[in-house]
């Protein structure tokens, strides 16, 4: 199994007045229960957690696959840790499982709760177990949402939001930065951006509890300027820099322009940090140590017991009984130990190959004597001629995205009121026909979920009326597409400001093909 994301947090109530320790725990259990049924039957309650089991649970959804649920208990009434994991088969690449594991630990008051995902393949299949994209689990939203609690990892308070820097907090930040004792980066945003905002929010949302969110305005940036440079940390005008918790560490910048990927970039680059520091389940560990203990304990005890009784049958068992625990707990250990140096070939692995590819990209880069596209420099888009700024983003994308004849005439035609509007989708769309090219057309997840997470764009991929009177499909160079995909700029409007892009997903080319810029194809 390979693990992709870890997050590990206490969990507390919010006020001394508040739930109690058994209450916690209760709470973070009834948030587990919900967690899996939603749009799932039949339901799970908390008091099925009270026993080792087993469950499927089918999805309401004709689009989402069922899950298969088990959970395990570990430990003493002390120390213990309850396992729940979670199995999606994914069938896109060979056979294979999104495995999502929720650790709830408890010892005495604290509790604690891991979230891991990961994949598994299921048919030895030498091929990437199919999945390229994941989110936060939706498990940790329900539990930094409850008013009741409070998540903390180390000394940071964990809420799945940004915090707003202004000049009276500027030594603040200072100090979070330098903190000696600071677990989690930190993401400085550029607050004096209108998009900044957006950003810092999404960031939050999809990063919490693997890194701080901070959106600094431009009067603070000037204050801290000084102090940024020392530690190479500056932030990029309208972008984000993100600062790791080790100063001399290079710290990742994102542009103003990569700032719409950043998100989901900065998801997969922390979530691979996560998993080699928090790769060892050290809550289970300890409450199966704490289990071990016990029943060594009980063990010498009746061995004591039978001693004292001269009964030399009953010691006997007792010795047998000891052997057989620490047979159990060498195989344990062994099989840790081969989890580890799996993890560790894996890890090699990884790192061989992506020195490979930069090595490959650099080459090819210096080969074609490319240059990173700067997006301000599109041209504007005339309010009647696609022309230039469709030929500027077939070029720039290498034909990832091209118009047909029937987008031009569309766009000369309609009279869409949103010039700009349609110019930044435009462009936004281009981007994401290269990423789109990138992964070989395997997003991860459906279209409509990866338009909106990625690029915020609103994608729909179906139209009943369209596909009712045959508006559904168009002819390019030669062979029919499908014209349902289709970004709607604006709805709920009077009809000549709702504004659609209609295009086709080339899986075959690796392309999007654009048949249609203005106005809705047919009236509302």
């Known amino acids: 199994m390979e693990l992709l994301y870890v997050v590990e947090l206490d969990v507390r109530a919010s006020g001394p007045d508040e739930l109690g320790p058994g209450e916690v725990r209760e709470r973070v259990l009834q948030h587990v229960a919900n967690w899996l049924n939603f749009e799932h039957s039949p339901p799970l309650s908390t008091k099925s ?58 010892e005495g008051e604290r509790t604690a709760v891991r979230l891991e995902l990961a994949r598994e393949s299921l048919d030895g299949v030498l091929a990437p177990a199919g999945i390229d994209f994941f989110r936060r689990p939706y498990l940790l939203v329900l539990l930094l949402r409850d008013r009741d609690l409070q998540c903390w990892a180390g000394p940071s308070r964990v809420d799945g939001r940004f915090n707003w820097v202004n000049p009276k907090h500027t030594e603040f930040v200072w100090e979070a930065i330098t903190a000696a004792g600071r677990l989690l980066p930190i993401l400085l945003v550029d607050g004096a951006d209108e998009g900044g905002e957006q950003l810092a929010r999404r960031a939050a949302s999809e990063l919490a509890g693997l890194a701080a969110v901070l959106a600094v305005d431009a009067r603070s940036q000037r204050i801290i300027e000084d102090r940024l440079v020392e530690v190479d940390a500056t932030i990029p005008r309208g972008g984000a820099r993100l600062v790791w918790p080790d100063l001399a560490l290079r710290h990742p910048a994102f542009t103003k322009d990569e700032s719409v990927l950043a998100p989901g970039r900065l998801l997969r680059m922390l979530s691979s940090v996560s998993v080699t520091v928090r790769g060892v389940n ?153 990423e789109y090219r990138r992964l070989e057309c395997q997003l991860g997840m459906l279209p409509d979920d990866w338009f909106k997470h990625e690029w915020e764009l609103t994608l729909a991929s179906t139209d009943k009326f369209m596909s009712k009177n045959g508006l559904d499909e168009f002819t390019f160079e030669d062979r029919t597409y499908s ?42």
Request: charged share 30%; aromatic share 8%; net charge negative.
């Open 483 to 524: 014209r349902l995909p289709h970004l709607k700029l604006g709805d709920h409007t009077s009809p000549n400001e709702v504004g659609r892009i209609y295009f086709a997903m080339d899986s075959e080319g690796e392309r999007f093909i654009v048949d249609h810029v203005g106005l809705k194809l047919y009236s509302l």
């Open 49 to 106: 957690f009270d026993v080792p089991g087993s469950a499927t649970l089918v999805s309401q959804r004709g689009d989402r696959a069922d899950t298969r649920v088990s959970w395990a208990l570990e430990g003493t009434d002390d120390v213990n840790a309850l396992v729940v994991t979670v199995r999606t088969e994914i069938t896109r690449s060979g056979r294979a499982d999104f495995v999502c594991v929720v650790t709830v630990f408890n």
């Open 282 to 434: 050290h809550l289970l560990h300890r409450a199966s140590a704490a289990q071990r203990s016990a029943r060594n304990e009980k063990i010498a005890a009746d061995l004591e017991a039978a001693k004292n009784r001269g009964n030399l049958a009953h010691q006997v068992a007792a010795q047998n009984r000891a052997i057989e625990e620490l047979k159990s707990e060498v195989e344990q250990y062994v099989a840790w130990l081969q989890d580890v140096e799996t993890e560790r070939d894996g890890y090699k692995a990884k790192a061989a190959l992506a020195t490979y590819w930069r090595q490959e990209a650099d080459r090819a880069r210096q080969a074609s004597g490319l240059r990173a596209t700067d997006w301000s420099e599109a041209p504007e888009l005339d309010p009647v001629d696609l022309t230039e700024l469709a030929a500027f983003l077939k070029a720039q994308s290498r034909d990832a995205i091209v118009f047909t004849r029937n987008a031009h005439q569309a766009w000369k035609r309609d009279d869409y009121p949103h010039i700009h509007v349609m110019r930044d989708a435009l462009i936004t769309l281009t981007k994401a026909a290269i």
